[in-house]
């Protein structure tokens, strides 16, 4: 049965995209079986691995009950993926009645033991595409720019955790917050860290020892449609991302 883990925080470009590429083909690197889905009506993921956007369906048609799961998946040679669809966005018009929560849990349950893990790209927003992520999940990894407004954010992000621990699933937890385009030998970075540790200890959650130096590279990665992995293995942000799965898997998740 695969762990399902969600890359989520309302802000955008706080690198979940990147984070869910990343730790989706580190893993596989590793010889696990990874499924990764851009939840995310921008698809950025999708084109990230280079999957095919234009003709192949998208979890949006798996949603909809349109196509088996297990045609939407792409087998690519970093990770396999779902592509999104950015007729997403219109599904809380959609679905409106009772156990509109559980679209994705459903989807996801004939493909469950295929895998070792699935890791979900949420979108931007609290909105029904994330409750649905936080409800087909077992953990769920924060990444978080160290300034001060991102901070604002984590609160918010709890409340929506507790309630859907509350109302639809009840084993779900936050793995941790990870600091991404981190700079630790700046002034402001190291009190923003410190910061969020506070409110991490209140919520009882953690901030990952490991966090993602700001590059470049991984912006070129993107662009070429390849992983970190792949384009720049000996890369300081690669490297980074290597010490994030080794904690992971350390803490067992």
């Known amino acids: 049965m695969a762990r399902v883990i969600a890359v989520s925080n309302q802000k955008g470009g706080v690198g979940k995209t990147t984070t869910t590429c990343s730790v989706a ?7 696990f079986r990874v499924l990764a889905i851009d939840l995310d009506p921008q698809g950025n993921l999708g084109f990230s691995v280079g999957a095919d956007t234009t003709i192949s369906a998208s979890i949006y048609d798996v ?12 087998r690519l040679k970093a990770m396999d993926v779902i592509i999104s669809s950015i007729l997403l966005s219109g599904i809380d018009l959609e679905y409106t009645s009772t156990g509109r929560e559980y679209l994705l849990r459903e ?10 893990y699935i890791l979900i790209d949420t979108p931007p927003a609290l909105g029904i595409l994330t409750i649905n992520a936080f409800t087909a999940s077992d953990y769920i990894i924060v990444p978080m720019l160290p300034d001060i407004f991102s901070l604002q954010g984590i609160a918010q ?13 009840n084993t779900l937890s936050i793995a941790g917050i990870l600091l ?9 970075g190291r009190e923003v860290r410190g910061t969020a540790e506070l409110i991490a200890e209140d ?14 590279v991984a912006g070129e990665a993107q662009s070429v449609q390849k992983s970190l992995f792949d384009y720049a293995p000996h890369a300081t942000v690669t490297r980074d991302y ?12």
């Not at 083909?25 to 590793?30: D, E, N, S, V």
């Not at 949603?63 to 792409?74: F, M, N, P, T």
């Not at 989807?107 to 295929?114: H, I, K, N, R, S």
């Not at 919520?203 to 470049?216: E, G, M, N, Q, T």
């Open 157 to 169: 992000l709890y409340e929506t955790v507790v309630r859907v621990q509350k109302y639809c699933n």
């Open 107 to 116: 989807a996801l349950a004939p493909v469950q033991d295929f895998y070792d």
């Open 180 to 188: 991404t385009k981190y700079n630790p030998k700046t002034h402001l």
């Open 63 to 74: 949603l909809k009950g349109e196509v088996k799961i297990q045609y939407a998946i792409q």
């Open 25 to 31: 083909a580190g893993l596989k690197k590793r010889g």
């Open 203 to 216: 919520l009882h959650i953690r901030v990952f020892d490991a966090f993602i130096r700001s590059s470049v």
């Open 242 to 253: 290597e010490k994030f799965i080794d904690e992971l898997l350390a803490k067992g998740v």
